[in-house]
């Protein structure tokens, strides 16, 4: 069965950087483009990037572009988000997941995201940063 575990996750102070992972089991990596998507308390799901099965593409919703970076390791079953300039607002649940059905770009741009915006989801990783 599918399986995606996120890591990396804390409490780090506003203005500092933290990188997030994720390893895949039970799909074949390269065959899926791969996305995060978080949920801060109170709010709906966010979908925050999301990359295409190459590496060379990738998609960012407006509220995290330019201090998050995502990228993929196929050989290594693995899924990053670089972020940097970390701020309040990032505090949330950060979830992995694969094989967004509409697309890469249409998973970003969703403007709700339901459990069906994607195939494939993680248990998730909390991110808290403190002012």
């Known amino acids: 069965r599918v399986q995606l575990v996120e890591s990396g996750g804390g409490l780090v102070q506003a203005g500092g950087s933290l990188r997030l992972t994720c390893t895949g089991s039970?799909?074949?990596?390269?065959?899926?483009?791969m996305g995060w998507i978080r949920q801060a308390p109170g709010k709906e799901r966010e979908g925050v990037a999301c990359?295409?099965?190459?590496?060379?593409?990738?998609y960012y919703a407006d509220s995290v572009q330019g201090r998050f970076t995502i990228s993929r390791d196929n050989a290594k079953n693995t899924l990053y988000l670089q972020i940097s300039r970390l701020e309040p607002g990032d505090t949330a649940i950060y979830y992995c997941?694969?094989?967004?059905?509409?697309?890469?770009?249409?998973?970003?741009?969703?403007?709700?995201?339901?459990?069906?915006?994607?195939?494939?989801w993680g248990q998730g990783t909390q991110v808290t940063v403190s002012s």
């Open positions: 039970g799909l074949v990596f390269d065959d899926f483009a």
């Open positions: 990359i295409v099965w190459s590496g060379r593409n990738a």
């Open positions: 997941a694969a094989d967004p059905p509409a697309g890469c770009w249409s998973s970003v741009q969703a403007s709700r995201v339901e459990d069906e915006t994607w195939n494939y």
